[in-house]
C-alpha cells in the first residue's frame, strides 16, 4: 500500500507557490520528503514525524495531519533549481520499521522562467 | 560534506549472471538501506540493514538478492542469476538512526541483457 501523491503534475512560473499533497490509507509515523532531478539521486528535504517535529530545509515547509493521514509539502516563490520529481516516504510501524520508506508515486514540478 | 559513494555508476550484465554492486554509506551511520528504481518509476524499497543483520525487507527482495557488509566500511547488494526484469537504477542510502533523514548515493544504473 504506497501512499498516493496528487497532483501527479505542476507546473509554475518563477515566484509561484505550489502544494503536493500526501494521503496514506495506514497511520502514519513519519513522512519523508525527496526531490529527485532527472538522472540524479533523491535529495532529502524534509521529515515530519507523528507528534510534530519537523527537520528540513529552510525554504521549504510542509504540515502533518495526524488525523488524516496527510502530509502536505509548500514549496513558495518557486525558483528555477525546484524543478524535478518530488516524493514522499512513508513510515507506518510506529518507528520500528528500521528505516523502511513506501513512496509515492512522484509528484513532477516543472518551474519555467 | 559526507556522502554515500557507490560503485560502478553502471553495470551491464548478461542475463543469469551475478552482479555485486557496492556502496560506503557515510561513515557515523548506522542504518543502510538498498532501494531500486526502475526508470521512470517511483523509488522502491528492497532492504534494511541493522546491527549486521537484516532489519526488513519487502517482497521484491527474494533469494535473488542478498546483503552485505564485508567490513567496516563497505555494504554489498549481491544479486544472483540476473533477470531482464532487475534492470534498474540501484541506490543505495544510509542513515544514523531508522528515523532520521536517509542520504542516497548516487546510484548504479543495472542494465541486464
Known amino acids: 500500500q504506497q501512499p498516493v501523491q496528487s497532483p501527479q503534475a505542476v507546473i509554475l512560473r518563477e515566484g509561484e507557490d505550489a502544494v503536493i499533497n500526501c494521503s496514506s490509507s495506514k497511520a502514519l509515523y513519519s513522512v519523508h520528503w525527496y526531490r529527485q532531478k532527472h538522472g540524479e539521486a533523491p535529495v532529502f528535504l524534509m521529515i515530519?514525524?507523528?507528534?510534530?517535529e519537523q527537520k528540513g530545509h529552510e525554504k521549504i515547509s510542509a504540515s502533518f495531519n495526524e488525523k488524516k493521514q496527510q502530509s502536505s509539502l509548500y514549496l513558495t516563490a518557486s525558483q528555477l533549481s525546484y524543478s524535478g520529481t518530488y516524493f514522499c516516504g512513508t513510515e507506518w510501524n510506529g518507528g520500528t520499521s528500521y528505516g523502511k520508506l513506501t513512496f509515492g508515486q512522484g509528484t513532477i514540478l516543472t518551474v519555467h522562467p | 560534506e559526507p556522502e554515500v559513494t557507490q560503485t560502478p555508476s553502471h553495470q551491464v550484465t548478461q542475463m543469469g549472471q551475478e552482479v555485486i554492486l557496492r556502496c560506503v554509506p557515510i561513515?557515523?551511520?548506522?542504518?543502510f538501506y538498498w532501494y531500486r528504481q526502475i526508470l521512470g518509476q517511483k523509488v522502491e524499497f528492497l532492504v534494511s540493514f541493522y546491527n549486521n543483520e537484516i532489519s526488513e525487507k519487502s517482497e521484491i527482495f527474494d533469494d535473488q538478492f542478498s546483503v552485505e557488509r564485508p567490513d567496516g566500511s563497505n555494504f554489498t547488494l549481491k544479486i544472483r542469476s540476473t533477470k531482464l526484469e532487475d534492470s534498474a537504477m540501484y541506490f543505495c542510502a544510509s542513515s544514523w538512526t531508522g528515523v532520521t533523514e536517509a542520504f542516497f548515493g548516487q546510484g548504479t544504473r543495472l542494465t541486464v541483457v
Open positions: 515530519l514525524l507523528k507528534g510534530g
Open positions: 561513515s557515523n551511520h548506522l542504518y
